[in-house]
């Protein structure tokens, strides 16, 4: 079946550095994928998606900027914190699709990220 | 943009009881409905989905129930037991853009 791979599973960094997350599709190409936060006891707020070769979208209230998502290839996207806070700490999952037709969303293991 | 909403938002039930989480959507394009368990810091786990072309759809102990008129959809689980205690989540989504939009959890507690 379909299998997401997300590395690396926890992360700890200093305020103000940055931090790259990857999402992995790894036995089917996908076309979108979609990249969720979850803070503590709260449900997956979906941040942006992603669509290979093009831009990301994102939702209300998320700064482009400061979440930059990389979607080079059908089986890659990236998450990229930038200028990381404390209030950034949150656990982050990514999930993906295979096709437009496919219900079917695969979520990867998520990234607990430790802003310190 | 799609809203879910998700009631109750904690549930206890003695082991052996139903339990009943309801959902309501308001993108009447939404035709995607699947259901999450999610543990403590690991990711969610596809419990049962339905889509708009069926009303119900049942897998042993799991039931979802769809209402397409009211935009409502609705877990049950029979004979609850220990080892279904979680979160769970209830999701709708659109076939074309497919964001995947979450209800806000009910925190489910089976007592033995």
């Known amino acids: 079946g379909a299998v997401v791979s997300q590395h690396p599973s926890r992360v700890i960094c200093k305020s103000g550095t940055s931090v790259k997350i990857e999402c992995r599709s790894l036995d089917f190409q996908a076309t979108t994928m979609f990249w969720y936060r979850q803070f503590p006891k709260q449900s997956l707020m979906l941040m942006a998606t992603s669509n290979e070769g093009s831009k990301a979208t994102y939702e209300q209230g998320v700064e482009k900027d400061k979440f930059l998502i990389n979607h080079a290839s059908l089986t890659l996207s990236t998450l990229t914190v930038t200028s990381a806070h404390p209030e950034d700490s949150s656990f982050y999952i990514c999930?993906?699709?295979?096709?437009?037709?496919?219900?079917?969303?695969?979520f990867g293991s998520g990234t607990r990220l430790t802003v310190v | 943009g799609e809203n879910v909403e998700q009631h109750p938002s904690t549930l206890s039930v003695q082991e052996g009881d139903s339990a009943v989480i309801k959902c309501t959507y308001s993108d009447s394009a939404s035709n995607y409905f699947p259901w999450y368990k999610q543990e403590l810091g690991k990711r969610p786990q596809l419990i049962i989905d339905?889509?708009?072309?069926?009303g119900e759809k049942k897998d042993q102990r799991i039931a979802v129930t769809l209402n397409k008129t009211a935009k409502h959809f609705s877990l049950h689980i029979t004979e609850t037991q220990p080892e279904d205690s979680a979160v769970y989540f209830c999701a709708a989504s659109t076939g074309s853009q497919g964001n995947l939009i979450f209800g806000k959890g009910t925190k489910l507690s089976v007592k033995p």
């Open positions: 999930s993906a699709r295979k096709d437009s037709l496919n219900y079917g969303y695969t």
């Open positions: 339905i889509r708009s072309n069926v």
